[in-house]
């Protein structure tokens, strides 16, 4: 399934806990970020990501891929595309992916550019990462 040529999409940053999310503009010219969700349960997730489709009107998903430095796909990877089918067979949109190397780093680099105190950027790190994973997608389109 591939993603159709116009509409948001939304960036996702995967985590085992914590879920970055950031969306685009229907023309795919600037993503920003949108929040961050702490998984609960598969119905849960599932419920919230249908819910934020429609109230974004998103049409597709980006997700970050974490590709090791020597160009392969690990243990993190395997999540990823597994979290990324479970996602299109919960919300019949389709997936692609992004490379996420160094995003999350990234990330914590602006927010500590920004004077972000320590204890705030956690909660924010992970919408900045699925910025750039987004943004990346559509900077290569």
């Known amino acids: 399934m591939t993603l159709p040529a116009r509409g948001r999409l939304l960036g996702i940053d995967p985590g085992t806990v914590r879920i970055g999310l950031a969306v685009c503009d229907p ?10 969700y702490e998984r609960r349960s598969p119905d849960a997730d ?14 597709g998903f980006v997700v970050g891929l974490p590709i090791s430095l020597n ?3 690990g243990p993190k990877a395997k999540e990823s595309r597994e979290f990324a089918m479970w996602l299109t067979a ?20 602006s927010l500590i550019a920004a004077g972000v105190r320590r ?15 987004l943004q990346a997608f559509l900077d290569v389109k």
């Open 27 to 36: 023309d795919r010219i600037i993503a920003s970020p949108h929040g961050t």
């Open 90 to 109: 919960e919300t019949g949109l389709p997936v692609a992916f992004s490379d996420e190397r160094f995003t999350s780093s990234y990330a914590e680099d």
């Open 119 to 133: 204890d705030k950027r956690k909660g924010k790190r992970d919408r900045i990462a699925a910025q750039f994973i």
């Open 71 to 73: 160009d392969t796909e």
């Open 46 to 59: 599932a419920a919230f990501f249908r819910q934020l489709m429609k109230a974004e009107q998103i049409v």
